[in-house]
Structures are given as C-alpha cells and as structure tokens.
C-alpha cells in the first residue's frame, strides 16, 4: 500500500517541487527497515486517514485535487481526539522530507580507522575456546574487553550488529543509517502512560557510535548513594577509573568556535538569566561540527569505543566477531554448589550455531538487553532482575527566532545549562543532522509546509531529568519494556518545558514550539505558563536514551541481582559490565558511568584471579 496520498496532503505537495515527488519513496524505505509490529501500525494508520477520505469525500487522498486533501486534512485535525494519532504519522513523514529537502553534506576524506580484529559469524568456527567471552561491544563491553585482554586472558567479543567505517557514514543520508546503526530501526519503544521512544544503537561499537559524545562525570553524590545506599563498595573507586576513561577518549571542553548557533543561543540565554551553563565536554578532540553524532561521526572525531576501547583490546589480544546473537549462557552444573558458566551458544545470521567455551562470561549487551540474555540462559530466577529501570525521560522545546539557526551546522549537543540539575533537570542544546529534524512541527498541509520550510530558524532545547526507576524489562527474546512515568518526574518534565522557554524568549525567540498538539505555540512566557497549566507531561512527546539499572550490583542480595562487585548471583563465572549493573540512575548521560563501572568490575575480577593463581602456586 503507498503513503503518496497521505504524504502529499501533509505536505501540500502540488507537484511542483522535485523533492517532495521523492518523499512517498523514502517513507516507504524508512518503513521497511522497521520491525513488523510498528511498520503494521503505521500502514493501518495511513490506511485509516485514506479510509477517512474516502468517507468524507468519496476519493482516496492520491486522488483529491491539493485543495481537497487540505479540507480532509483540516477535518481530522479538527478532531482533538485524532490529533495525537495524526501527530504520530508526521514522524516519519517529516524525517523523510528533511532527508530530500536538505542535500547531503559534501562528504570530508576520512581518516583510516584504527585496525580491528573483526571476524564475521559466518567465517567464525563452529567450535572454539577463550578464558573470557564478552557479549556486547558498546560501552561496557570494550572496557570489559579490554582491562581483560591486558590482564592475559584471551578474549572474545560477540556482537549482534555490523562493523561500520568511519568512510561509510560519509556515503549515505543520516536517515538511512539510522535505520542500520539502530535495533529495530530505532524504533524500540517503552510502553506505558505516556509511551516513550527508546532508541539503542547495534553495531560495534554499541551506542557509543551512534550517541551525543556528551561526557559527564558520574557525580559524587551518585557514587556516594551507590556506595552507601546500595552496597556498591567499587562505587568508591570510580573517580580513578573515570580519569582513565576520559583519558582514553580524549574528553575535554568543546570549543565555542565550532558550537554553532544553537548552543551558543543557548549559553545567551542562560547568560541573560543569570543560569550557569557552558560548552559541554566531549569525547570529540578536532570536531568539525557536522552535527551527526547520532548517526555515526562521518569526520572520526567522535571517540566511539570503535576508534578508541576496541583498539586497544584488539592489540592487547582480543578478537570480536560480528553478526553474533548470543542465545544463551552455557552452564556446567556437575560440580557441587552453583551452576557454572562454561561458554556461549551463538546463532549466525544463517540460522546456523556455534560454541565459545569459556569459563568466564561478561554480559554487556545493555540494560533492556542483558535481562533477555540470563532469562535465557536460566539465569533469570531473581526477583529484581528486569526491574529497576531509569531512562532519564527527556522531551524538546524549539524557539522560533528572527535570524537563521541553522542548527544542523555545528555540534550536535553541544550547550549543557545546570541551574536546575540540583531537582534533576538538566537541559542541553540538542540539534538534529541534516536531514532528520525529529522535532514534531505543528499543522497539517500548508501550516505544516509552512513550519518545514522555516526550520532554519529554530533552535531546539532537550531536557532529560533524573527519573526514579519506574521500568522493567520482560521476556526473553523480544524487547518488552514498560515504563511509568512517577508523577513526581511528570512534574519535573513540566519544569523544564517552562525552563525551556525561558532560556528561548531569554535568547530572542520570537515564538516557542513545544511540540505539544494541544499547545502548539506561545509567543510570550506569559502564554507559555498559561498553556503548560491546563496541561500534564502524559501530552508531551517523550523519548529517552539512557536505559539502566535492570542487574544492579549491591549488597543486599534480595535486592540486587549482581553482588557488589557485579558479579551475577545464583552462578558462577559471570559478570554484568554494562549500564544494567549501575545500582540506580546516574543522573547524567551515562557514558562515562559505564564505562569506569565496567573497568571496576573486570578490574576486580583479574585481580581476584591473579591472587587466586598466586596462592595455587604457592
């Protein structure tokens, strides 16, 4: 079934422009890369809005004059109960205009890619040993993999994704590698009241490729909490492992010069209020500010456990292979008291097997993933594992100003403002690459139009906030995630929409865009605080990105899955080295957070089995 009737009444397409006869094509090649249940979704909705015209008008929208889809169009969207529905379907319609409307940027020569021990499944043995298998190459696994690889041991990555180049992000459109950088095609959701996207990246790499490069240090009072509250003991020597990580990644201020115009708008008006605010640090030494972290950086400033962690284990010894769904934990339960883990089973992308023997498995497949993974292996029997998760809600606010923006020219997140992070708001400058504006423009037909074509004057604010972990995972094969949104964090999603604006009218914005399909707009603070009081954040559009906290290490072993130096209990030779292992929400983007964690935790163990092998010895 084509969208081409719905895609050009959204658009007030008339056939005059070249881009627009492009979009129906590129919506339909964003849609197939979706998992079936979304992609169904969206074709019944289409198909509904097409039977809706039909009703109305005796014709499906492909055969209405412009002038008559507008009046469709204009119906639907008088309906508030259909608003929300029709605001849906202009997601992936708007993500497939900016991509034909906005060209490519010219792609720079990029630098070679520090080699890989890369081996795909298929070229893999069907049998094969090593003192250590890691399952996940993102944050927590490169570190695992590493601090192991330089202890001796001979290890073995496995990821589920594809190694991509730094040369390959500069060939193709930011949407198409979306779609391959992400599972599901980005699509992963939590469901709940209100429902959020979840969007985590699969690649080697993990969500490192495809993240901000935003780094912050865990704070102490997290760490603190974590040692103290939790029994999370290695929480007391983060801060060491943290001066490594950023070491490693090369973290440092980003400099004003290549910010762009919408962080510095950003610093202006946190200036002008008097908020503390500045540059954010990132792991993006020479950025060139072409604003697609989140697609994978096409210039290879971006630091991604790729180009950095992997490296370094690969030199130390380690080998990854690629296009390797772990389906289950191997476990060794002839021998008195625990099961023991003793390897892997892996499926290729054929369907065909392979072993990896092992006495030691680290799980860093990440938080939403990691839970599957041991409910699998039938390591899933405590009470807590799945649950306990924080993903730092986040919702965006764009401000209409009289000068262009252009915020797809400079870096991406590149402005932090913490006057609020104290109540758990941090809000941070956040544009989109060129060609994936994700901000839900208001209308429908020409008023939509209208927006599309004066996106070069908005600046985007996003605001995360620091949630109580109010998710969990499910099942075991499929991603099920629900989340609640705790009406305390609704409250402070609410702030920092307001705070938002602030910072907008503050900076010289003329209008602010909330994304919200009842209130759309507010042309003064005054009519923006007027708007926000008849509303809830059950009518913001929320997204999240930092899932954590479903195997929390500690030292209670009713509550934590993972003892205290993140070892699984119920099992031995198993250790969680990802963001599923943080005791509670970082309250920051989490990079840095897992990374160290997972240092601590391998870090720990090779110590204990070098004094281990010492007392044998002796």
């Known amino acids: 079934m084509s969208a081409h009737g719905l895609v050009a009444a959204l658009l007030a397409d008339t056939g005059d422009e070249e881009w627009a006869a492009r979009v129906p094509a590129r919506f339909d090649t964003f849609l197939s890369a979706l998992p079936t249940p979304v992609r169904a979704g969206v074709r019944t909705a289409v198909a509904a809005v097409d039977a809706y015209a039909l009703l109305h008008s005796g014709r499906r929208l492909a055969g209405l004059t412009p002038d008559e889809r507008e009046r469709v169009l204009g119906s639907l969207a008088a309906r508030p109960g259909l608003v929300p529905a029709l605001d849906l379907l202009k ?76 040369a390959s992000f500069g060939r193709r459109p930011p949407l198409d590698r979306f779609t391959d950088l992400y599972r599901d095609g980005g699509a992963t959701a939590a469901l709940g009241n209100p429902p959020l996207l979840l969007p985590v990246g699969r690649a080697v790499g993990g969500t490192t490729v495809v993240n901000s490069g935003t780094c912050y240090r865990t704070p102490d009072h997290v760490l603190d909490r974590w040692s103290r509250r939790h029994g999370f003991h290695l929480a007391d020597g983060l801060p060491a492992h943290l001066d490594e990580v950023e070491r490693t990644l090369r973290v440092a201020t980003q400099p004003l010069d290549v910010l762009g115009a919408n962080g510095l708008l950003a610093l202006a008006g946190a200036e002008r209020l008097g908020w503390r605010a500045g540059p954010l640090r990132r792991n993006a030494p020479g950025c060139k500010g ?112 009289p000068e262009p923006v252009t915020s797809w020219k400079g870096v991406l997140q590149s402005a932090g403002i913490e006057e609020l992070h104290e109540r758990g708001i941090l809000i941070e400058a956040t544009a989109s690459p060129p060609g994936m504006s994700s901000f839900v423009l208001p209308g429908v037909g020409r008023s939509l139009r209208r927006e599309l074509e004066g996106t070069d004057g908005l600046a985007v604010l996003g605001a995360m906030i620091a949630d109580r972990p109010s998710g969990r995972v499910l099942g075991r094969d499929r991603t099920l995630v629900r989340y609640s949104l705790d009406p305390r964090d609704g409250e402070r999603l609410m702030t920092a929409v307001q705070a938002m604006g602030r910072v907008l009218f503050a900076a010289g914005a003329k209008e602010v865009l909330t994304g919200i399909p009842r209130a759309p707009r507010a042309r003064t603070l005054g009519e923006l605080d007027a708007l926000l009081a008849g509303l809830t954040a059950r009518d913001l559009h929320l997204s999240a990105f930092h899932p954590t906290g479903t195997v929390a290490a500690g030292g209670d072993p009713y509550r934590a899955p993972a003892d205290a130096e993140g070892r699984l209990r119920g099992v031995d030779g198993v250790l969680v080295a990802d963001a599923a292992v943080l005791p509670g929400c970082p309250e920051v983007n989490p990079q840095l957070s897992i990374m160290a964690t997972a240092s601590a935790v391998t870090e720990s163990y090779a110590e204990r089995s070098s004094s281990s092998r010492s007392s044998t010895a002796a």
């Open 91 to 166: 997601v992936p319609v708007l993500l497939a205009a900016a991509t034909e409307r906005t060209p490519l940027p010219r792609a720079e020569v990029a630098p070679e890619d520090p080699p890989l021990d890369c081996t795909p499944a298929e070229e893999w043995p069907d049998r094969a040993t090593a003192d250590a298998v890691v399952v996940g190459s993102g944050a927590g696994g490169a570190m695992a993999a590493r601090t192991l690889a330089r202890a001796g041991l001979s290890v073995v990555v496995l990821e589920e994704g594809e190694h991509h180049t730094t």
């Open 290 to 401: 072409s604003c697609q972290c989140v697609v994978g950086c096409p210039t290879g400033a971006k630091q991604s456990v790729q180009l950095s962690v992997l490296p370094e284990a690969c030199a130390a010894g380690a080998r990854i292979v690629t296009g390797a769904r772990v389906l289950r934990i191997l476990l060794d339960h002839d021998r008195p008291g625990p099961p023991r883990a003793s390897g892997v089973l892996v499926r290729r992308a054929d369907g065909s097997e392979l072993e990896i023997l092992s006495p030691l498995v680290v799980t860093a497949a990440g938080a939403l993933q990691t839970p599957q993974l041991l409910r699998r292996s039938g390591l899933g029997g405590h009470p807590r594992l799945g649950r306990n998760l924080s993903v730092h809600p986040a919702t965006s606010v764009a401000g209409r100003f």
